[in-house]
Nanobody, 124 residues
Framework: QVQLVESGGGSVQAGGSLRLSCVASGRTFGSYIMGWFRQAPGKEREFVAV????????YYADSVKGRFTISRDNAKNTVYLQMNSLKPEDMAVYYC?????????????????WGQGTQVTVSS
């Protein structure tokens, strides 16, 4: 069982930056693929970024490529999402998720554990 707690959301103006953190419970954090997803009102939850066990494998949605950076610190059981050049269309609740099956996935149904989410608001 893994429990995930996100933090770092808030309100920024377009062009600003935020850094989201997700702390995981448990001793096996390093064995989980970690992903970030987001969900805007009235829309389905969508993939943002994913990172492999060691941090060397990363993959981004086209909409955030070049602006967002995912990273992890296995010693701290934490995954991060650095978000730069934020746009109003980035506004959503952001969720981190953990997948224990060892493969890079970009669909929500492939993830076993979810955090409660953190709100990101971007004003134009």
């Amino acid at each position: 069982q893994v429990q995930l707690v996100e933090s770092g959301g808030g309100s920024v103006q377009a062009g600003g930056s935020l850094r989201l953190s997700c702390v995981a419970s448990g001793r096996t954090f390093g064995s989980y693929i970690m992903g970030w997803f987001r969900q805007a009102p009235g829309k389905e939850r969508e993939f943002v970024a994913v990172i492999g066990w060691s941090g060397r494998s990363v993959y981004y949605a086209d909409s955030v490529k070049g602006r967002f950076t995912i990273s992890r610190d296995n010693a701290k059981n934490t995954v991060y999402l650095q978000m730069n050049s934020l746009k109003p269309e980035d506004m959503a609740v952001y969720y981190c998720a953990a997948d224990g099956r060892g493969l890079i996935h970009t669909t929500p149904r492939d993830y076993d554990y979810w955090g409660q989410g953190t709100q990101v608001t971007v004003s134009s």
